[in-house]
C-alpha cells in the first residue's frame, strides 16, 4: 500500500492557461474523489467516479473543469483557462467502494497557483 | 444540504493541557462522522469516524469524540497535548457512507510549550 499519490505537487500557471492534475489511488480501491480546498477553508468537493464512472459533479466544478478516470485506476482533473479564483490545494482521495469502514485515503495535494 | 460547523477557528493550548475541538452538524438523519488532521503540507489523515455503536471512540494519538445525536455535536477531546499535535483539525460529516465528504472550516490547534 503506497498511499494516494498526485502529480504534481505545485503548479504555478498564468491566467487563461489549461492544467491538468493527476492523481492515483490505492490501488484495489474503486472509489476516486476530487476536492479543493482554498486558504482557511475546509475541503470542497467537486467529483467522483466509482471505477471509470463519475457519478456526481458539484456545482463549484464549472464547465472549465473536467475529470476523467478512463480505466478505473488513474484520474486526471483539466482546468482550462485558469483564473486568479482557481488558485487553491487539490486534494485527491480514494476509498474501498462497499467496503463497512468508509474511511477516505487522502493524497498529499496539488496547489495550484494562477498569477 | 448538510453543513459542519466548527465553532473555533483557532484553539491555543498549553502543552500537557486537556483540549476540546468542537463540531456541530447539520443532518437529523443517520449520519457518518470524522475528524481528520492536516500537517503543514501534507494531505488529510484520519483521526477517528463514528459509524455506528458506542457513542465514543477513540483514534490515533490518544484523540477520541463523543457522538451526541440530541445535540447534533461530535466533539474531539484529548486529555494532554503535546507540541506535535499543532496541526490544522477538520470534522466532516457523510450521510450515507462512502460517499462525498462535507468538512467544517477547521480549527488550527496551537500547541504552546
Known amino acids: 500500500d503506497t498511499g494516494v499519490s498526485q502529480d504534481p505537487r505545485h503548479k504555478i500557471t498564468k491566467r487563461g492557461q489549461n492544467v491538468t492534475f493527476r492523481c492515483d489511488p490505492i490501488?484495489?480501491?474503486?472509489?476516486l474523489y476530487w476536492y479543493r480546498q482554498t486558504l482557511g477553508q475546509g475541503p470542497e468537493f467537486l467529483t467522483y467516479?466509482?471505477?471509470?464512472?463519475?457519478?456526481?459533479k458539484s456545482r463549484l466544478l464549472s464547465d472549465r473543469f473536467s475529470a476523467e478516470r478512463p480505466k478505473g485506476s488513474f484520474s486526471t482533473l483539466e482546468i482550462q483557462r485558469t483564473e486568479q479564483g482557481d488558485s487553491a490545494m487539490y486534494l485527491c482521495?480514494?476509498?474501498?467502494?462497499?467496503?463497512?469502514?468508509?474511511?477516505?485515503?487522502f493524497g498529499p495535494g496539488t496547489r495550484l497557483t494562477v498569477t | 444540504a448538510q453543513s459542519v460547523t466548527q465553532l473555533d477557528s483557532q484553539v491555543p493550548v498549553f502543552e500537557e493541557a486537556p483540549v476540546e475541538l468542537r463540531c456541530n452538524y447539520s443532518?437529523?438523519?443517520?449520519?457518518?462522522l470524522f475528524w481528520y488532521v492536516q500537517y503543514p503540507n501534507q494531505g488529510l489523515q484520519l483521526l477517528l469516524k463514528?459509524?455506528?455503536?458506542?457513542?465514543l471512540v477513540k483514534g490515533i494519538n490518544g484523540f477520541e469524540a463523543e457522538f451526541n445525536k440530541s445535540q447534533t455535536s461530535f466533539h474531539l477531546r484529548k486529555p494532554s497535548v503535546h507540541i506535535s499535535d499543532t496541526a490544522e483539525y477538520f470534522c466532516?460529516?457523510?450521510?450515507?457512507?462512502?460517499?462525498?465528504?462535507?468538512f467544517g472550516k477547521g480549527t488550527r490547534l496551537s500547541v504552546i510549550a
Open positions: 466532516a460529516v457523510s450521510d450515507l457512507g462512502n460517499t462525498p465528504l462535507v
Open positions: 467516479f466509482q471505477n471509470e464512472a463519475q457519478l456526481e
Open positions: 490501488s484495489e480501491h474503486n472509489r
Open positions: 463514528y459509524l455506528s455503536g458506542s457513542t
Open positions: 443532518s437529523s438523519v443517520s449520519v457518518y
Open positions: 482521495a480514494s476509498s474501498l467502494g462497499g467496503a463497512d469502514t468508509y474511511e477516505q485515503y
